[in-house]
Nanobody, 115 residues
Framework: QVQLVESGGGLVQPGGSLRLSCAASERIFSFSTMGWYRQAPGKERELVATKPSAGSTNYADSVKGRFTISRDNAKNTMYLQMNSLKPEDTAVYYC?????????WGQGTQVTVSS
């Protein structure tokens, strides 16, 4: 059973930055794909960014140029650097990984963008 723990969420003003972290209980180089998703109140969960172990990084159009996903295999941790935050980025952000075809989720971390 893979455990994923997110951290780094909080309240930030529009235009500000946050960095989310996702610490994994397994060696992340084993994961075929890791990614971030988010769910705003009353909306479905949506993809933010994914980073496969091989291949291209994928971003939602709404975050391109503002968010950067990265993974540090030595620390078994994935990150999401979020810049130029907007009120519409407010959501619970979830870490996801796929290992041997099984998808695992973290518990989520709240990000609120408001003045």
């Amino acid at each position: 059973q893979v455990q994923l723990v997110e951290s780094g969420g909080g309240l930030v003003q529009p235009g500000g930055s946050l960095r989310l972290s996702c610490a994994a209980s397994e060696r992340i180089f084993s994961f075929s794909t890791m990614g971030w998703y988010r769910q705003a109140p009353g909306k479905e969960r949506e993809l933010v960014a994914t980073k496969p172990s091989a291949g291209s990084t994928n971003y939602a159009d709404s975050v391109k140029g503002r968010f950067t996903i990265s993974r540090d295999n030595a620390k078994n941790t994935m990150y999401l650097q979020m810049n130029s935050l907007k009120p519409e980025d407010t959501a619970v952000y979830y870490c996801n990984c796929v290992l041997y075809g099984i998808s695992y989720w973290g518990q989520g971390t709240q990000v609120t963008v408001s003045s």
